[in-house]
């Protein structure tokens, strides 16, 4: 712990603004982090389940289990079932549109986190060179002299430290980048994989009913004979 504090007291200010970075990256790497774990649904089991519901008419209860916790994939489900009765057409454009609202939410933070990988490093060439100023600087003050070894290598340390603080917090920023995107991919992955399933499953099942509104403020569930599919 001493090592480190006498670290950051060579390497001057730039460090402290380096690693204020460095605990912002860390900061949106654990909110990225909770936000997949949260987001994560057995997709298959999850269909399943809807699988049995909509086969017995119960679009309440499917609905209910898309909004329990189920994250994206459960949004992507529950648009789905509110189009059944529009057609395979409508289905699909309902899906697709759903999929490109979330992705920006699955993206959040993550251009402030590749922006953290890219600036990390010019702050520490910028108190490198703000270090080797300082050695001119003494210099010039000394009268053309040179320098003691002393000073020198102290100012010196300090201008490595700065790089090396930028180097460093850059590589930990584009490993959570990646880390994350990696992430992304496979949720990405995984709503496009639902979409298509949960589209066949209700195009080549025709509703037994429709969940409307009476217009006194109750819902039911329309007859076969109203439905505007065959069964």
């Not at 992304?184 to 429709?210: H, Q, V, W, Y």
Request: charged fraction near 20%; hydrophobic fraction near 50%; glycine fraction near 6%.
């Amino acid at each position: 712990m001493t090592f480190f504090r006498q670290l950051l007291n060579d390497g001057g200010p730039m460090v402290y603004v380096i690693l204020f970075f460095a605990a912002l990256a860390f900061i949106l790497f654990l909110e990225r982090s909770f936000y997949f774990l949260r987001a994560n649904v057995d997709t298959q089991e999850l269909l399943r389940g809807l699988m049995n519901h909509l086969r017995n008419n119960n679009l309440k209860e499917a609905i209910a289990n898309c909004d329990n916790k189920t994250g994206p994939i459960g949004e992507v489900f529950r648009t789905a079932i509110e189009r059944w009765s529009e057609g395979e057409s409508a289905i699909r454009h309902a899906v697709d549109e759903t999929v490109q609202l979330i992705i920006p939410r699955l993206e959040n933070n993550m251009k402030l986190l590749a922006c953290i990988s890219n600036i990390t490093p010019v702050l520490g060439l910028l108190g490198t060179l703000f270090w080797m100023m300082s050695i001119f600087t003494r210099m010039e003050q000394e009268g053309g002299h040179f320098v003691t070894t002393i000073t020198l290598a102290g100012d010196i340390k300090g201008a490595l430290i700065c790089t090396a603080a930028g180097l460093i917090v850059a590589l930990l920023a584009q490993l959570f980048y990646f880390i994350l995107l990696e992430k992304i991919d496979r949720i990405i992955l995984e709503m496009s994989k639902a979409a298509s399933e949960i589209t066949f499953f209700l195009s080549s099942n025709a509703p037994r009913g429709t969940l409307v509104n009476d217009g006194n403020g109750t819902e039911r569930i329309l007859s076969a004979e109203n439905s505007p599919f065959e069964v």
